[in-house]
């Protein structure tokens, strides 16, 4: 198995792993992406609604996930040239 690595010592929960979700980054431990909680909360998504659906997240994992994409890392510029403006939808 490979080792996982932070993506930032501010985020110690976001990591990169070789081989797993194609090299993006992911919730340490799972192969949830940080980009798929990240259109969620775009689309208007709460945090409840976000850990009723991924369960083994929590809210600090949530928390690190939003200081990623809030921080330098920020791709949130990314999903608004992907996100059609009448209906607000983000497509992959």
Do not use: W
């Amino acid at each position: 198995m490979t080792e996982e690595y932070p993506v930032s010592y501010l985020c110690p929960r976001i990591t990169i792993q070789k081989g797993r979700c194609d090299g993006l980054p992911c919730v340490r431990g799972t192969n949830i992406t940080t980009k798929s909680i990240a259109i969620l909360a775009h689309n208007g998504a709460t945090q409840e609604e976000v850990l009723q659906k991924y369960t083994q997240l929590t809210m600090k994992d949530l928390e690190h996930i939003y200081l990623y994409y809030r921080g330098p890392y920020s791709m949130f510029a990314h999903l608004e040239a992907d996100c059609d403006e009448e209906t607000k939808t983000v497509f992959l």
